[in-house]
């Protein structure tokens, strides 16, 4: 957050031969993107340049509704608590204002990557005390995804706007549609979607883009490893291999409880991971749409350009 911008330091030059390549180089720079360079540090703790500030105001279990329940602190948070709260692991986000020119109020979209089981679950369903079960797979599906937020701008501190119509939680058991080339295609066909149209959820959602026209794009990376198989035995075909799912159990282990993600009793599941969705923040009731004509592979993010001759180019 800038608070306080310091006075620009004229450009040093080049020919002082006070001064040497390096240090020039660097002054140029800070005085380039208009902020002093920060120290490197070890400490366990956020650094900005002077003239800046750091707050934190949205973390994972922070309510997003107006019936979110407190987020517990001690892993016993349960899925339908997560399903109502920012989920884990920030990655990608954009903003968007609600007004064009006004920075102060607007939308910000978020990707949840992955979760940390060490904090995420306790102590006794770590150490099988507890058995593992399907709420446990809920709970850590409903951490991933997509958080779309309102928040604004007061007293130079940014809040979540809890009781805004725009706020929602996209996580793993959220419809969404297929479009492009792959729509239909027999290995798009699930038990739950023999017609192969649509995709229920995303995850390991990484980087991320937005659009021209105002819609956010969400980035599936590392798909593969939240499927296995229960059967005790590596059945994969060569595509599944090829992708790297896991040969038997997976690290999240929710084929034990959801056969959606057992690579053998659904084969296709995971041909509906592995995409570019794209969002429209302004609408609460809009389905997302996951891209297949962008392609199939781990994503990182989408930047979005125009060409010369005003075609979209996504990289």
Known sequence: MWIDPPAMISAPDATDPALGVDEAHARHRSTFLGFEAVEANSLDAITVPRGYASAVFCRWGDPLFPNSPAWAGDASDSAAAQALQFGDNHDGMHFFPLSPGDSSRGLLVMNHEYLNPEFFYTAAVQSGASPWALEDVRKGQHAHGVTVAEIRLVDQQWQVVTDSPFN?????????????????????????????????????NCGNGFTIWGTYLTCEENFNGYFGTTSGSDQRNASQKRYGLSATTSG?????????????????????????????????????????????IKHENAAQTLTKDLRVAVY
Do not use: C
Request: charged share 30%; net charge neutral; hydrophobic share 30%.
């Open 252 to 296: 999240y282990r929710w084929e034990e409880h959801d056969d959606r993600f057992d690579y053998l009793k659904e084969p296709n599941e995971s041909n509906r991971m592995g995409w570019i969705v794209e969002i429209d923040p302004f609408d609460p009731l809009s389905v997302p749409k996951k891209r297949t004509a962008l392609g199939r």
């Open 168 to 204: 929602r939680r996209l996580h793993v058991n959220s419809p969404m549609n297929l479009t492009g080339p792959a729509r239909g295609h027999r290995l798009m066909q699930t038990t739950a979607d023999p017609a192969g149209i649509e995709s229920l959820g995303t995850l390991n």
